[in-house]
């Protein structure tokens, strides 16, 4: 490949990649969090931005918590054991009642909804759900590594030497398992993030800390949902 090709093909996944309503929800994530960071809570632009980001990414979700509604009524996967069945469940209601909260939420803060103190009351309740899911999708994930790794080790034992690194099958699932790591500090973090947003410990949880951890996960986010590159063929 020439280099115009290169530069096409990295466009073409850039252009791709901003396609995506959510990556531009998080690109914005990484924006307010950033600005809470900067701000340290205290009043001057850093905290004008992270505010009006905040309420712009409100726009990004609108109907989003039908993606959760729909998976909270799926069956789940032959197989899944019933306790993180439940947990799965259970994350999907949470989300779910979060991104429907979070809509009146934005139509109280922009004006629409004229009761601000209702308002506010569901704002908490919002974060209170957002971090019950990521409660629950942390012990998914580590439940989900857990079988990974045990079933990875049994494929291990059927190997000689680096044989496993050329079984397709034993990569897939080494993959996976990479992933859901990542996929699990960024939850674990996210809990830290929204204690800090309910100021359930702002001691230690302050606005600085919370600005941080929450550009933190902002970032993996972004990494998480890069598309996948083109293989380039060798001559």
Same mark, same amino acid.
């Given at each position: 490949?020439?280099?115009?090709?290169?530069?096409?093909?990295?466009?073409?996944?850039?252009?791709?990649?901003?396609?995506?309503?959510?990556?531009?929800?998080?690109?914005?994530?990484?924006?307010?969090?950033?600005?809470?960071?900067?701000?340290?809570?205290?009043?001057?632009?850093?905290?004008?931005?992270?505010?009006?980001?905040?309420?712009?990414?409100?726009?990004?979700?609108?109907?989003?918590?039908?993606?959760?509604?729909?998976g909270l009524i799926s069956?789940?996967?032959?197989?899944?054991?019933?306790?993180? %069945?439940? &947990?799965? $469940? /259970?994350?999907?209601?949470? #989300?779910?009642?979060?991104?429907?909260?979070?809509? !009146? +939420?934005?139509?109280?803060?922009?004006?629409?909804?004229?009761?601000?103190?209702?308002?506010?009351?569901?704002?908490?309740?919002?974060?209170?759900?957002?971090?019950?899911?990521?409660?629950?999708?942390?012990?998914v994930e580590i439940?989900?590594?857990?079988?990974?790794?045990?079933?990875?080790?049994?494929?291990?034992?059927?190997?000689?030497?680096?044989?496993?690194?050329?079984?397709?099958?034993?990569? %897939?699932? &080494?993959? $996976? /398992?990479?992933?859901?790591? #990542?996929?699990?500090?960024?939850?674990?973090?996210? !809990? +830290?993030?929204?204690?800090?947003?309910?100021?359930?410990?702002?001691?230690?949880?302050?606005?600085?800390?919370?600005?941080?951890?929450?550009?933190?996960?902002?970032?993996?986010?972004?990494?998480?949902?890069?598309?996948?590159?083109?293989?380039?063929?060798?001559?």
């Amino acid at each position: 490949m020439t280099t115009l090709d290169l530069t096409r093909a990295e466009l073409a996944l850039i252009v791709l990649y901003l396609n995506k309503a959510e990556a531009r929800d998080k690109i914005c994530r990484a924006i307010q969090y950033g600005s809470k960071f900067v701000s340290g809570g205290q009043p001057g632009t850093a905290q004008i931005v992270d505010k009006n980001t905040s309420l712009a990414r409100k726009v990004f979700r609108l109907f989003k918590f039908v993606n959760d509604f729909h998976g909270l009524i799926s069956p789940v996967p032959k197989g899944t054991p019933l306790p993180l %069945a439940l &947990l799965g $469940k /259970s994350k999907n209601a949470l #989300l779910s009642t979060f991104l429907f909260l979070d809509q !009146i +939420v934005w139509l109280g803060r922009s004006g629409i909804y004229k009761n601000k103190e209702r308002t506010e009351l569901l704002g908490r309740i919002s974060l209170f759900c957002w971090l019950g899911s990521s409660v629950c999708t942390t012990a998914v994930e580590i439940s989900e590594i857990g079988r990974l790794s045990s079933s990875m080790k049994k494929m291990e034992k059927e190997f000689k030497g680096d044989e496993k690194h050329h079984d397709e099958v034993y990569r %897939a699932k &080494l993959q $996976k /398992s990479n992933d859901r790591t #990542l996929a699990l500090v960024k939850s674990s973090i996210d !809990i +830290v993030v929204a204690i800090g947003l309910l100021q359930l410990a702002p001691k230690t949880v302050t606005p600085r800390v919370t600005g941080a951890l929450g550009f933190t996960t902002s970032l993996i986010s972004c990494y998480q949902l890069l598309p996948a590159r083109p293989k380039v063929k060798t001559p």
